[in-house]
């Protein structure tokens, strides 16, 4: 049972109910630094009592430890919630720097029977291509994963980081339930193409770091002096040196409303991407991660905190005047091939 009630939204034309938001759960095992299982464990306990349905992992994250840790919760509570894993993407873990992306019909194969293995079900709620390989054209990627669906080992299909040119394309093979993409305050490049795609094609918005990886928070201002060595925020340039410093300033416009509105940075901001969906016209369920239970608590009730025109007029400016890319190389991302 849940102690609230969020609304929900569909994935895609025929896929599942979600609640309007879910979980991202990178950080319980990759990227963010050390995390306490224990700790996470409760986390994703909490989330289910929310009303958080839609739970998002992938086989890169800690080369497939992540998709190992969440089995046992999945498992409890299989009937209860959705799974979505990805492929396609591989950090060698000699160089944390450094990305390979695979699309072709062996390697989907391959990935598929290794994440059923890790999460140990018969089948996975909703399967993300991680990455774009631009060598593989998207046609065949999108077949090799429709046939996986044929043969019961997927339910529904997603996309992520792909330009809305991409998307069209994958959509004329087999349905596209989901786009994952980054969207928030900070990261606003998909509003040109690939939300008027998702919006004509009836796909699903599923906005990745809708808090700006915590920046958007004020949990950190300077990557280089406020994080870990192994977070690999480290890496991204937007959160670093005079580009960190840049950004901070474009928080107080968030602090205002967030002051008025007497709720946290965090919120204003997840409620920015939760209003997308009426602005744009299409269902919008932003992932936020977190490994704290007071964190999932706190993510649930910006679903409730309604922006005023005035609030959004005040927000409106911030992204285009962010500092940085969002990725180091921004070839990974889909606004590197628009």
């Known amino acids: 049972m849940t102690d609230r009630t969020i609304p929900t939204a569909r994935l895609g034309a025929d896929g599942p109910e979600v609640g309007v938001q879910g979980l991202g759960c990178m950080g319980m095992s990759f990227a963010y630094g050390p995390a306490d299982a224990g700790e996470s464990r409760a986390t994703l306990e909490r989330a289910l009592e929310l009303g958080v349905t839609l739970y998002d992992t992938a086989d890169a994250y800690g080369a497939g430890e992540n998709e190992k840790f969440l089995s046992p919760f999945f498992k409890a509570h299989r009937d209860e919630l959705v799974i979505a894993t990805k492929f396609a993407l591989t950090v060698p873990p000699d160089d944390p720097t450094r990305r ?61 980081e792909v330009t809305g040119t991409e998307l069209r394309a994958a959509q004329g093979v087999h349905p596209i339930a989901a786009v ?12 040109s193409g690939v939300v008027p795609a998702a919006r004509e094609l009836g796909v699903t918005l599923v906005p990745y770091s809708p808090l700006g990886r915590g920046f958007l928070t004020g949990s950190f201002a300077n990557a280089d002096k406020d994080l870990t060595a192994d977070d690999f925020r480290r890496q991204q340039p937007r959160f670093t040196g005079e580009n960190a410093a840049s950004n901070v300033a474009l928080l107080e416009p968030i602090r205002t409303v967030a002051e008025t509105h ?41 679903v409730s905190v309604e922006l005023t025109e005035a609030d959004l007029a005040l927000l409106e400016p911030i992204a285009e005047k962010v500092a940085g890319d969002r990725y180091a190389d921004m070839t990974f991302a889909s606004a590197g091939r628009e």
């Open 100 to 160: 390979i992306i695979r699309n072709d019909p062996p390697y989907i194969r391959q990935a598929v029977e290794a994440s059923l293995k890790r999460l140990d079900v018969d089948v996975i709620d909703l399967y993300y291509m991680h990455r774009r390989d631009v060598n593989v054209p998207i046609e065949e990627t999108v077949g090799a994963m429709a046939e996986l669906v044929r043969e019961g080992k997927v339910k529904h299909l997603g996309l992520s």
């Open 180 to 191: 994952q993409s980054e969207w928030s305050l900070f990261s606003r490049d998909i509003e």
């Open 262 to 302: 007497g709720v946290s940075l965090g919120q204003v901001a997840l409620a920015w991407v939760h209003q997308q969906a009426r602005v744009h016209g299409l269902p919008v369920i932003p992932i936020p991660g977190t490994r704290k239970a007071s964190r999932v608590e706190e993510n649930v009730a910006a």
